[in-house]
């Protein structure tokens, strides 16, 4: 099993829409959670972090956490075309442990 | 500029070459790691680095991937002897500790293996 599982997609919305991207992870003893956004030929960049159970929200962003079903989303209002790119997750499990990637989910915005 | 800086931004060598890349991390970050990707995956990881100790290195890394972080500051990557499924973009990230975990990453460096 992976440690870090996206659908790899790609996810097809029209403009407008609301995108829901999702992430599930192996440790249960996780503590930190990111999204991070890549364009084509870019490094990636970080859009949103999470801490604790819940939503968290940035703009047209929101994070959502479930640590009891080990579960992490990204959910994104009023999709843009600019907002086509691969967005990645990512998982640290705290203490020494190093942040570990899934390997992304690519969403295409329709005009 | 205070992000992660990285050098070169792109490297190509013919096989069997020795490459070393450099890595400036974020002032205050103690911590940098060090990542490969390929077209179409996730980052995979390297290794990475609390100040100037090694934490961890990938199960995955053959023997003739070396980096350091002499001083705890700038890092290199080395790669020796290389082939061409090292051809990849290599990036680093650099974060805080606990409570300031987030990672930012720099441009990367594209290796081609000829």
């Known amino acids: 099993q992976k440690e870090v599982e996206q659908n790899s997609g790609p996810l097809s919305v029209p403009e407008g829409a609301i995108a829901s991207l999702n992430c599930t992870y192996s440790d249960r003893g996780s503590q930190s959670f990111f999204w991070y956004r890549q364009y084509s030929g870019k490094s990636p960049e970080l859009i949103m972090f999470i801490y604790s159970n819940g939503d968290k929200e940035d703009g047209r962003f929101t994070a959502q956490l479930n640590k009891a079903s080990q579960y992490v989303s990204l959910l994104i209002r009023d999709s843009q075309p600019s907002d086509s790119a691969t967005y990645l997750c990512a998982v640290n499990a705290g203490g020494y442990q190093k942040v570990t990637f899934g390997t992304g989910t690519k969403l295409q915005v329709i005009p | ?110 290796l081609t293996v000829v």
Not at chain 2, 63 to 76: H, L, V
């Open chain 2, 1 to 110: 500029d205070t992000g992660v800086s990285q050098n070169p931004r792109h490297k190509i060598t013919k096989r069997g070459q020795n490459v070393t890349f450099r890595c400036d991390p974020i002032s205050e970050h103690n911590r940098l790691y060090w990542y490969r990707q390929t077209l179409g995956q996730g980052p995979e990881f390297l290794t990475y680095f609390q100040n100037e100790a090694q934490l961890e290195k990938s199960r995955l890394l053959s023997d003739r991937f070396s980096a350091e972080r002499p001083k705890g500051s700038f890092s290199t990557l080395e790669i020796q002897r290389t082939e061409q499924g090292d051809s990849a973009m290599y990036l680093c990230a650099s974060s805080g500790e606990v409570g300031n975990t987030e990672a930012f990453f720099g441009q990367g460096t594209r």
